[in-house]
């Protein structure tokens, strides 16, 4: 066994000696949750802690909000791969420097990102076929926009798309309806699932905020285990939190989060796994 994966797998065992003995939780039980903390971070950043309570091994989890105002921040993207080119290399400690807070992007397979992907006005990917995907959009003007599988191809042909990533699934469409399948069993999404979440989601002002949690059951030291909440439960936590739409990160080992203060302090939730594609925060121009 490796250096780089005793640990992760001791870590693992002990959170199934925590869990042994449980049944499989439903996807629908019961959420409770607290009223977020907030503290300025940057301009036009926030970040967010909320005490959360749900059933099974959804009892030891930990919600870090982080809070972005698109008029005072700007989001970019930032591939990495490895030498080769077999896997994927991007981490938050690969922000640039410039970067006040960086995050990983949606899904993916091998070294590239899954469903439509746009940096800098460059189409990397093409749109992906899915009816519960989701793209974030920002153009040239700052706006960040969240757009739904059936509008994705007008956007496009319109122009003007700075940064695009699509990812999936959706987890509120419209304006704040949790979708079917992620609470009902038998239509293709595994509802009693538990793992490590991120996602993204607009606010009603159309403020962004961003969702990560953690195993709490540990320490810090177990933060990266993949277990947390449902699907469904993620989902109705960010409604309660006013959100309209929204849509799921790659969450499990890749989940992971970078923020960085004024006087140049750092504060990093890591992950396990290193991916293609994340999405860094600058100060807007």
């Known amino acids: 066994m490796t250096g780089r994966l005793a640990l992760p797998l001791l870590l693992l065992g002990a ?23 907030w503290e300025a971070v ?115 042909r319109a122009g003007g798309t700075r940064i695009a990533l699509q990812s999936y699934p959706a987890l509120l469409t419209g304006r704040g309806s949790i979708p079917r399948q992620l609470t009902e ?16 989601c607009q606010l009603p002002d159309r403020r962004l905020l961003l969702l990560l949690t953690r195993f709490d059951g540990l320490g810090d030291a177990g933060g990266a285990i993949p277990l947390g909440l449902t699907l469904g439960e993620t989902a109705r936590l960010l409604k309660d939190q006013g959100c309209l739409r929204a849509v799921a990160l790659d969450g499990g080992i890749s989940s992971q989060l970078l923020l960085r203060d004024p006087a140049g302090g750092t504060r990093a939730w890591r992950a396990w796994r290193k991916v293609p594609l994340g999405v860094t925060v600058s100060i807007a121009p």
Not at 189 to 195: F, L, P, T
């Open 15 to 37: 959170a199934a000696l925590l869990v042994s003995g449980r049944a499989a939780e439903p996807g629908s039980g019961t959420l409770n949750h607290g009223t977020p903390s």
């Open 185 to 200: 069993p038998g239509l293709g999404v595994g509802i009693g699932h538990r793992d490590s979440r991120l996602a993204l």
């Open 42 to 156: 940057q301009p036009g950043l926030e970040l967010g802690t909320l005490p959360v309570s749900a059933p099974g091994e959804g009892r030891w989890t930990k919600v870090v909000l982080l809070r972005m105002d698109p008029a005072r921040v700007r989001l970019g993207l930032d591939i990495r791969l490895s030498p080769d080119f077999s896997a994927g290399a991007w981490a938050v400690d690969s922000a640039p420097p410039e970067a006040v807070a960086a995050f990983n992007a949606g899904q993916f397979k091998g070294i590239a990102p899954w469903g439509w992907t746009v940096m800098d006005g460059l189409e990397l990917r093409p749109p992906g076929t899915g009816p519960l995907s989701l793209a974030v959009v920002g153009d040239t003007a700052g706006r960040i926009r969240f757009v739904e599988p059936d509008s994705i191809e007008i956007v496009r």
